[in-house]
């Protein structure tokens, strides 16, 4: 069993950076594939990054390519995601979650483990 934290969330005005982390116990985590995920109230879950067990190579949804970095420390079991020129759109609860198969996804449903959520709320 993977438990996943994740925290770093909070209020943030548009253009600020904020820094995500999630801190995985349990399990193997550097044999995981990770995922940070959103969701904004009334859509669904999506994609924003993701990062092989290595720690490369890393992969960006298209509204954020340029302005978030993911990055996987084994030794502390922790994942990140950097945020920065944040715009409103990018308000939503932010959640970490752990991918065990052999290949990277990014489909929602393939991710085993999944933290419990941070919010971020970014106004204009």
């Known amino acids: 069993q993977v438990q996943l934290v994740a925290s770093g969330g909070g209020l943030a005005q548009a253009g600020d950076s904020l820094r995500l982390s999630c801190a995985a116990s349990g399990g193997t985590f550097s044999s995981y594939h990770m995922g940070w995920f959103r969701q904004a109230p009334g859509k669904e879950r999506e994609f924003v990054a993701g990062?092989?067990?290595?720690?490369?190579?890393?992969y960006y949804a298209d509204f954020v390519k340029g302005r978030f970095t993911i990055s996987k420390d084994n030794a502390k079991n922790t994942v990140y995601l950097q945020m920065g020129s944040l715009t409103p759109e990018d308000t939503a609860v932010y959640y970490c979650?752990?991918?065990?198969?052999?290949?990277?996804?990014?489909?929602?449903?393939?991710?085993?483990?999944w933290g419990q959520g941070t919010q971020v709320t970014v106004s204009s």
């Open positions: 990062i092989r067990w290595s720690g490369a190579p890393t």
């Open positions: 979650a752990v991918d065990r198969s052999l290949w990277f996804r990014r489909d929602v449903s393939e991710y085993d483990y």
